[in-house]
């Protein structure tokens, strides 16, 4: 386990050990009422960096970087030109955005409950794109008109918060809550490499790629926040803190399809379709006159050989994050 989660753990831990838990804090003088519950709706941004996920979006740009760049170099030297197009570099998922709803219950002047459902998404699409130039007239293009990476999650959760009141209508709170996260995630390109050779003639693949998973993971947060009260019934509240957020044995479908055009021919057609397959990270390799790529991805598309299958994929979409909202009641 990371350290991180160790460090989240740990400061779960010291809250369990600082604070009474909730059957101990029913104060007296502060009997059960529906005039302590409440609601929160909120919404936020939180930075992620899921490196095993985000190996799909190496490998692109590896593979753009190896067949054109290095393949002209390795055969024309500084004559041949390579311009780019579209995106400058192929995206990576940076980020998810939180947001959800909670039903709230104040057990006593330091320590409120809750239970809600929380939903983070986060996308990246990039197109993107390459001309390559060779002194004799041949040369080739790379095309990646469309090129997406998606995580979403799906997490009903509980959480304890505990607060203190401030002057001026502030509170500051800390909170320490989780659950459950249905998890997705999704990969997807359609490519065209075309080579064009000294007679000017034209080479096209064209290839499309779709694969999903979905698996049930865990959440779990930590932080704290200010709040502001500027009228009885109405707050609004800011916070921060990190949330673990990951999954692992993600299956879901795939399809690949193929299409090879050469002058003079009928063009040759190749598609493959799978159901409810494991993810993992995935060894490639390819090797050429010029060089050696190699590495792994995540996929759920592979072959099961005599040397084994591909290693374990989680996904891991863990960050820190800021949220802002508004909460109803007292």
Excluded at 109 to 132: E, W, Y
Aim: hydrophobic share 40%; with cysteine; charged share 20%.
């Amino acid at each position: 386990m990371k350290t991180r989660y160790w460090v989240l753990f740990a400061l779960f831990a010291a809250c369990i050990a600082v604070f009474p838990p909730p059957v101990q804090a029913q104060e007296e003088g502060f009997p059960f009422g529906f005039a302590n519950f409440g609601l929160e709706i909120y919404g936020g941004f939180s930075k992620i960096n899921p490196k095993e996920f985000n190996s799909i979006s190496r490998y692109e740009e590896s593979y753009l970087k190896f067949f054109y760049i290095d393949k002209y170099e390795y055969l024309y030297g500084k004559d041949a030109t390579a311009t780019r197009t579209g995106d400058s570099r192929i995206g990576s998922l940076d980020r998810v955005l939180p947001f959800g709803v909670r039903l709230t219950y104040k057990i006593s002047p330091t320590l409120t409950l809750s239970v809600g459902i929380q939903r983070v998404k986060g996308d990246r699409s990039t197109a993107a794109g390459m001309v390559v130039a060779a002194p004799d007239g041949s040369g080739a293009e790379y095309r990646l008109p469309s090129f997406r990476l998606s995580a979403s999650g799906w997490i009903p959760e509980i959480r304890a918060t505990f607060g203190w009141n401030l002057p001026a209508a502030l509170r500051i709170e800390l909170f320490i809550g989780g659950g459950p996260m249905f998890t997705e995630c999704r990969s997807g390109f359609e490519r065209h490499d075309i080579i064009v050779d000294t007679q000017s003639r034209r080479y096209e693949t064209t290839t499309t790629m779709d694969m999903t998973g979905r698996s049930i993971g865990v959440c779990g947060e930590l932080g704290g926040r200010l709040r502001i009260r500027p009228v009885k019934f109405l707050s609004l509240f800011a916070e921060g803190g990190f949330a673990f957020r990951q999954a692992s044995g993600l299956k879901g479908f795939g399809t690949l399809k193929s299409e090879i055009r050469s002058p003079d021919a009928e063009p040759i057609v190749y598609s493959e379709k799978w159901d409810d397959k494991l993810w993992g990270m995935v060894r490639y390799g390819a090797y050429r006159d010029w060089g050696r790529l190699s590495g792994s991805m995540a996929s759920n598309y592979y072959v099961v050989s005599d040397w084994g299958g591909p290693s374990k994929f989680y996904l891991d979409i863990s960050g820190f994050q800021l949220k802002a909202g508004i909460a109803l009641g007292l």
